[in-house]
T-cell receptor
């Protein structure tokens, strides 16, 4: 069974750095794209970016390029979303999600993590 | 970047009624690479439809998708109480693989 387990909720101050994680299990981690999706309070879903763990090919939304870094550690089947300097506007729930097992265009998400709530407040 | 517009913003219906939700793209979505998700508060989004009209695994047949090019529709034939949620479309033909702003389906 495909599972994505995300790290727990965090409270940080503006200017601090943060790295949240998404551990995949039940499948070969390197073979499937993993993406990140943001949901700000009371708002909709926003596509942030996606990474292929097999070769670290990464695609970012222009809205998030340079604001966050997506990476993986294939030795522990884990994807990461990282900030160097958080802002209050980064307060949101962040979901990781995985591509389908079989698809000619693998950029939609049948599998989702439970979400990580990040609160940035002074 | 392809911008998706969803309508209506909110739809108020009763259980048993039919819901029709629209998703319009700012340019043609290649190969009908359009997905629909259901999002309940406090839960992860759930994939309903991919490739504009294919139901995802385990999705009841009261959910159906249609459309091509720039205009797509999600139809729920007979609403069940658990169907009241927010629905998002996503295009995955051209990066960035954008979501629409969502349509909220609430109980009348």
């Amino acid at each position: 069974e495909v599972q994505l387990e995300q790290s727990g909720a965090v409270v940080k101050k503006p200017g601090e750095s943060l790295k949240i994680s998404c551990k995949g299990s039940g499948y070969i981690f390197t073979n499937y794209w993993i993406g990140w999706v943001r949901q700000m309070p009371g708002k909709g879903l926003e596509w942030m970016g996606i990474i292929y763990p097999g070769d670290s090919d990464t695609k970012y939304s222009p809205s998030f390029q340079g604001q966050v870094t997506i990476s993986t550690d294939t030795s522990i089947s884990t994807a990461y979303l990282q900030w160097n300097s958080l802002k209050a506007s980064d307060t949101a729930i962040y979901y990781c999600a995985r591509q389908p097992t079989y698809s000619s265009a693998p950029y939609y998400f049948p599998y989702w993590g439970q979400g990580t709530l990040i609160t940035v407040s002074s | 970047e392809i911008v998706l517009t969803q309508s209506p913003g909110t739809l108020s219906l009763s259980p048993g009624e039919r819901a029709t939700l629209s998703c319009r793209a700012s340019q043609s979505v290649s190969s009908s690479y359009l997905a629909w998700y259901q999002h309940q508060p406090g839960q992860a989004p759930r994939l309903l439809i991919y490739a504009a009209s294919s139901r995802a695994t385990g999705i009841p047949d009261r959910f159906s998708g249609s459309g091509s090019g720039t205009d797509f529709t999600l139809t729920i034939s007979r609403l069940e109480p658990e169907d009241f949620a927010v629905y998002y479309c996503q295009q995955y033909g051209n990066s960035p693989f954008t979501f629409g702003p969502g349509s909220k389906l609430d109980i009348k």
